[in-house]
């Protein structure tokens, strides 16, 4: 028998499985092996990491901002495809869409446009890319069209069109034909009537697309349940299983199980919409297309940073300074921040003075300037 620090529920042994507390849509699997437990159910791990987890990775600009960072370490010399970016629900109502489907639009890499046809759940409508749960299971069609960049690049276009909509039952259809290229070799199907229509419609209402009314739902909450569960597992991690049931741990675990209506939790940080976030300290603390978590005292107790591309940050209060020894203190020390690439399957973890030392330019780090270095290449 065990508990698991996300339910508490006391389980068999076969109930449990590995968790990366820090998701690998993050770049957790580049985290140092603490970071991982198995003191986690394997109903958390499963249910958690789909709405939980995706509630955060599917945001709209969280997304957005993580496909940022695939890009940027593109590897012209070793081509893979990239995410294609979501730009919110179209107001086109393309041939024969049923009444409660929506048509999403999604840029490829060189400017192409997806439409994808999907149902609308209204109640997960700030999720990229709908319900992750249906999605599985329902069938759905996307249209791919070329824009005139793709010329420029077009095996990282192909690479991109052969990885969309993984892990969903998506009938994909290309909108133009390819001299010498077979796209049923990369996942499309022959158009049928009803696509041979759509085709049409979407190569006659789009080539002006660029102002049409688009829709983003963004749920304000759509961090808050994901912090908790962040912070309850790096405390973990770090401290054991005396941060789980004290006042703060207390909070902590409502604020993951909370629901529209319940009492709020008393969590201390700041979300993602909150005033109180400071540029400056963003950008300290953050890595230019990289993932940065932060931990750090503070007068509170220990609380762990999340930065995203030097562009989103949360601060959460993770364990607070009372259920603390002088030696947990003495292992945080000045501050610790792991700088995770997942483009680039890097994880580097270090101590907070040698990572402000690099970022003002005092003392350079050689990894760091290695991620650095990978970047500039790109640009150039
Ligand atoms: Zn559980």
Not at 108 to 121: A, K, L, S, Y
Not at 138 to 146: G, H, K, Q, S, V
Not at 289 to 300: E, F, K, N
Not at 355 to 370: I, M, Q, R, Y
Request: proline share 6%; glycine share 6%; charged share 20%.
């Amino acid at each position: 028998m065990g508990q698991c620090i996300y339910c508490r529920e006391e389980k068999d042994e076969q109930d449990f499985t590995l968790e990366h507390v820090i998701p690998q849509f993050l770049g957790g699997a580049n985290a140092p092996d603490f970071f991982k437990t198995r003191d986690v159910c394997k109903s958390c791990n499963n249910n958690l990491g789909l709405f939980v987890d995706a509630s955060f990775e599917k945001n709209w600009m969280v997304s957005n901002w993580l496909r940022q960072s695939s890009s940027a370490f593109y590897d012209k010399d070793k081509p893979v495809g990239v995410s294609l970016i979501c730009m919110g629900n179209s107001d086109l109502r393309p041939p024969e869409i049923f009444d409660d489907h929506i048509c999403e639009i999604w840029l490829g890499p060189n400017g192409e446009q997806v439409f994808w046809i999907r149902p609308h759940d209204k109640r997960m409508s700030s999720y990229v890319g709908g319900n992750p749960r249906t999605m599985k299971s329902t069938e759905t069609r996307a249209y791919f069209l070329f824009s005139e960049n793709t010329q420029n690049d077009p095996l990282k276009t192909w690479l991109s069109f052969e990885q969309a909509f993984n892990g969903r039952r998506v009938k994909k259809i290309l909108c133009a034909e390819v001299q010498g290229v077979d796209p049923t070799s990369i996942g499309f199907t022959p158009p049928d009537d009803l696509d041979r229509a759509r085709q049409e419609f979407f190569l006659t209402n789009t080539l002006d697309g660029l102002d049409r009314k688009m829709q983003i739902t963004i749920d304000p909450n759509f961090d808050q349940r994901f912090m908790c569960k962040l912070a309850i597992g790096v405390a973990y991690c770090l401290f054991g299983p005396k941060v789980l049931h004290t006042t703060y741990g207390n909070e902590l675990h409502k604020g993951l199980w909370h629901r529209d209506g319940n009492k709020e939790p008393e969590i201390r940080g700041t979300v993602l919409f909150s005033n109180a976030s400071d540029p400056v300290f963003n950008q300290l603390v953050g890595f230019p297309s990289a993932v940065t978590l932060g931990i750090h005292s503070s007068p509170a107790g220990v609380a762990i940073n999340l930065n995203i591309c030097s562009q989103l940050n949360w601060t959460i209060l993770c364990a607070p300074n009372e259920i603390l020894t002088e030696s947990n203190l003495t292992q945080i020390d000045e501050g610790l921040i792991l700088v995770l690439v997942r483009a680039i399957n890097t994880g580097i973890y270090l101590d907070l003075p040698s990572f402000l030392s690099h970022k003002t330019g005092a003392n350079s780090h050689p990894a760091l300037k290695a991620i650095e270095e990978r970047l500039e290449k790109n640009t150039n």
